[in-house]
Each structure stands twice: as C-alpha cells, then as structure tokens.
T-cell receptor
Framework: GAVVSQHPSRVICKSGTSVKIECRSLDFQATTMFWYRQFPKQSLMLMATSNEGSKATYEQGVEKDKFLINHASLTLSTLTVTSAHPEDSSFYIC???????????FGSGTRLTVV | QKEVEQDPGPLSVPEGAIVSLNCTYSNSAFQYFMWYRQYSRKGPELLMYTYSSGNKEDGRFTAQVDKSSKYISLFIRDSQPSDSATYLCAMKSGGSNYKLTFGKGTLLTVNP
C-alpha cells in the first residue's frame, strides 16, 4: 500500500533556530500533500495544502512566513518552522493521496520541542 | 454547528465486544468518507475508505455510510486490546487535492 515517510520523528531545537521536516511519498507520486498540526488529545488541524510546483495554500491564521512549505517534486514536500519558539512545540504530520479515488495516507509525524 | 460531530468518548469495552463508533455531518457536499486509527504519538492509519452509501467490510471492520441521514459508522467486531487507540472520522467533497474535515476523534480502550 501507499507509504508516506516523514523525518525526523522527533527533534529538539533551541528557540530562534529553524527546523525542516521532510515528507516523502515512497511508492507513488503525490501532486498534493497536506500539513497538519496536532495538540495533545486534540484532532488534527490543517495548516496548509502543498501543491507540486506552486505556492502552498495556507489555512486562515497560519503564518506563511513562519511555516515555509516547499513541494519541489512529486514525491517530496518540506515544512520549515522558522525562528521557532516554545509555542511552536507540537506534533506535525503530513499526508498525501495516491489518486482521486483513494483515501489519504499519513506520515508517522514529527514531534517538535523548542527549548 | 460544526461540520463533523464525533463523540470524543472515552469509550471502554471488554475484549471481544462489538464497538460502534459514529460521526454525523452537516455538509451535503461530502462524498468521500474515511476512518483512521491513531495510536499515541503516531500518525493516523487509514482503516476504511468509502464513497457510497451502504456497508463496506474489511476483516473485523465494517464502515457504514448513510448519506440521507448524514451519518457514518465504524463497527469493530471481536475487539482486541491492540484496537485501543483514538479513532478519527474524516470526509471530503472532492478529489485528491481536497482537504479532509476531521471529527474530534473517539478514544477507545479495549480491556483484556
């Protein structure tokens, strides 16, 4: 079945630094990927929709300059948290769809801790 | 009214029980329905994907969709302790570039 690989699984960084999270579709091409944020015991909150070769579409309230998304190829999308602060600490998850008639496959998530 | 309503539970059942999880929705444009299982600190795992009213079965799992009532269900037969997780319903109105709308998730514990 479809596999989405997400790295790193866990990262700790200092306040003010930037962190890059990678999301790869391993056995299929994904023209669209999605980035979510999840707080403890809450559902997933969509941050942005990443489209290959074009700018990402951000949800209302999500700072596009803080959460930089790049979808340079059909198998790779990256999320960079710039100038991270402790309030950015969260669980970030990406997902992608194989095709129109398929459900979405999720990555294993990245736990970001900003100290 | 939220687009997707899901009872957050928690739901606790004995091993071997039949579990029923439900979601209601208000947006009649939703055409594709999914159920995900999420273990703590992991990404959601797709369990079932349906796009028509009726039942779809896969092993111990049965997904049911009633578009006329805007109601979807997931049934788990012979529940196991390994089924203990949060179950999320999700739905969308279009193809692969359409975003999902999630329910809040139901926390299920299956006791041995």
């Amino acid at each position: 079945g479809a596999v989405v690989s997400q790295h790193p699984s866990r990262v700790i960084c200092k306040s003010g630094t930037s962190v890059k999270i990678e999301c790869r579709s391993l056995d299929f091409q994904a023209t669209t990927m999605f980035w979510y944020r999840q707080f403890p015991k809450q559902s997933l909150m969509l941050m942005a929709t990443s489209n290959e070769g074009s700018k990402a579409t951000y949800e209302q309230g999500v700072e596009k300059d803080k959460f930089l998304i790049n979808h340079a190829s059909l198998t790779l999308s990256t999320l960079t948290v710039t100038s991270a602060h402790p309030e950015d600490s969260s669980f970030y998850i990406c997902s992608a769809a194989m095709g129109t008639e398929d459900g979405y496959t999720f990555g294993s998530g990245t736990r970001l801790t900003v100290v | 009214q939220k687009e997707v309503e899901q009872d957050p539970g928690p739901l606790s059942v004995p091993e071997g029980a039949i579990v029923s999880l439900n979601c209601t929705y208000s947006n009649s444009a939703f055409q594709y329905f999914m159920w995900y299982r999420q273990y703590s600190r992991k990404g959601p795992e797709l369990l079932m994907y349906t796009y028509s009213s009726g039942n779809k079965e896969d092993g111990r799992f049965t997904a049911q969709v009633d578009k006329s009532s805007k109601y979807i269900s997931l049934f788990i037969r012979d529940s196991q302790p390994s089924d203990s997780a949060t179950y999320l319903c999700a739905m969308k109105s279009g193809g692969s570039n359409y975003k999902l709308t999630f329910g809040k998730g139901t926390l299920l514990t299956v006791n041995p």
